[in-house]
């Protein structure tokens, strides 16, 4: 029963009832409303009740699957704030907060939009009402915010060829989306495209708990595009690598960043030493490391200080990530039709610069001829074809067509190697390979991948992807390779 008493007077003594059901007093103009135990607790169990996870939220059928996209950054689009940020999943933006006078408690009443999830933990809420939504129905949208991925379904990654259908009708296969070019980032697109060939290093990044011990954003950014990249659940037939660049940008103190063009070869190496850093564990390995590093024996011949037959021989070890190879000059002369011949080299020719007897003119910072040697083979091999000379006045293009397998490159009949290293451990299949396209500095970028499920290629270049033959892979300027191990 509800007891109600009007006190009328200029200054009254407000009676309240608190949770405990003593009596407060406090001074108040006008007349109030005194409100028996029995009022109080039953508000209290209604407000309760209220907050407590419901699976009959009224405002489920505004949810709209089209307008989300959690490929940016996630950041409140009022605060520019990255914490405690929710997305509206009626219009698809950023907001931060739940609780009152936040910015999204305030959208929902503003916008009458009322379903918003929680981009760290994922959980949804019923705003301003405020209470968690339990429904299997949102069990999609978790996921395309945070994909996952079993143990088993990553073994099973290479075998699928089951093509996946996004929510606007287009069909595409995981692990070959294309990815949204932002202005001048082809470089980092064909890059992060190689390196999705990579089997250990895609494997690694699928399972979040292989690195949740690390708080870097490059590393927990680059898992979750690794995991986009390769979700058959996804709402949009390609991805957007805007999060990851915004780590990027902010770890590399803007040597890499959105508008820059750069070069994919620079940003590799960046890319893998900076994740190297964050992984290592105490003996300084890692994912990385497992499967790209290798060794030189390395042999540097001086002259010495009383002429030309006094010479100094230094012989030393050292890891490396990426080969260089040098490419011959270009012809001086044209042909009958007033046009420059472009010249064609074996792989085999330019890889005898590791054979340990091939001299190497450095000039730099004093005269020396270096020799090369590999005494351990990484896994997977990165090679890099030296296209771009860069000198007071403009950088030159060596157009020169490097003529390479695509299977079996069999390493030991072209360079000696250690004993130690068995037959199988030194014959590779191309994985990857980046190409460039036009004049230096004003040209793009492309990479051609081979997918292992159906022993195709395919050439991706931004949001473009198509299968392609494989006579057209060998027929580029090629830039970058990866070749990955035999026996793997």
Not at 141 to 164: G, Y
Request: with cysteine; net charge neutral.
């Amino acid at each position: 029963m509800v007891l109600m008493k009007t006190l009328k007077s200029e200054e009254l003594d407000r009676i309240m009832v608190d949770e405990q059901g003593s009596i407060k007093r406090q001074k108040v103009e006008g007349a109030v409303h005194v409100v028996d135990d029995d009022q109080q607790g039953s508000s209290l169990h209604r407000r309760r009740r209220q907050l407590q996870p419901r699976g009959d939220c009224p405002y489920l059928d505004t949810v709209n699957r089209q307008v989300l996209d959690f490929d940016f950054e996630k950041k409140c689009s009022v605060s520019l704030e990255k914490l405690d940020v929710y997305a509206c999943l009626v219009c698809g933006k950023y907001y931060q907060g739940r609780r009152k006078n936040t910015h999204a408690y305030t959208h929902s009443l503003e916008a009458d939009h009322h379903v918003y999830i929680n981009l760290q933990n994922e959980k949804i809420y019923c705003l301003p009402d405020g209470y968690e939504i339990i429904d299997p129905s949102l069990d999609d949208i978790c996921h395309v915010l945070n994909p996952r991925f079993t143990v088993e379904q990553v073994a099973q990654l290479d075998k699928n060829r089951q093509w996946s259908r996004a929510l606007d009708g287009s069909d595409y296969l995981p692990g070959m989306v294309g990815l949204n070019k932002l202005q001048g980032t082809d470089f980092t697109n064909v890059t992060i495209q190689s390196l999705m060939r990579v089997t250990p290093l895609r494997n690694f990044f699928l399972i979040p708990e292989n690195y949740q011990h690390c708080q870097s954003s490059l590393v927990q950014c680059f898992g979750e595009l690794t995991r986009k990249i390769w979700h058959a659940r996804n709402f949009k037939g390609q991805v957007s690598p805007h999060e990851f660049l915004q780590s990027v940008t902010e770890v590399s103190k803007k040597r890499f960043c959105i508008g820059q063009q750069s070069d994919p070869l620079e940003f590799l190496q960046w890319l893998l030493k900076a994740l190297h850093a964050e992984l290592k564990n105490s003996k300084n390995n890692s994912v990385i490391y497992d499967c790209f590093q290798g060794e030189l024996e390395v042999m540097k011949e001086t002259d010495g200080k009383t002429g030309d037959d006094d010479v100094l021989m230094e012989k030393s070890r050292m890891p490396f990530l990426v080969l260089g190879l040098d490419l011959p000059p270009q012809p001086l002369f044209k042909d009958v039709m007033d046009k420059s011949i472009i010249p064609q080299i074996p792989l085999f020719d330019i890889l005898k610069k590791f054979d340990g007897e091939t001299a190497t003119e450095v000039v730099r910072p004093q005269r020396a001829w270096m020799k090369y040697r590999v005494t351990k083979l990484p896994k997977y091999l990165i090679l890099h074809m030296q296209r771009f000379k860069e000198n007071n006045f403009f950088i030159e293009k060596n157009p020169t067509i490097v003529n390479f397998p695509l299977k079996n490159l069999e390493l030991k009949d072209y360079i000696p190697l250690p004993r130690k290293i068995e037959k199988s451990h030194s014959k590779y299949d191309l994985i990857a390979n980046i190409v460039h396209d036009g004049r230096p500095k004003e040209g793009s970028y492309r990479v051609f991948v081979h997918r292992k499920s159906e022993e195709l290629w395919y050439e991706m270049q931004n949001m473009h992807v198509s299968e392609t033959l494989p006579q057209m892979v060998a027929l580029s300027e090629a830039y970058l390779q990866i070749y990955e191990q035999h026996h793997l």
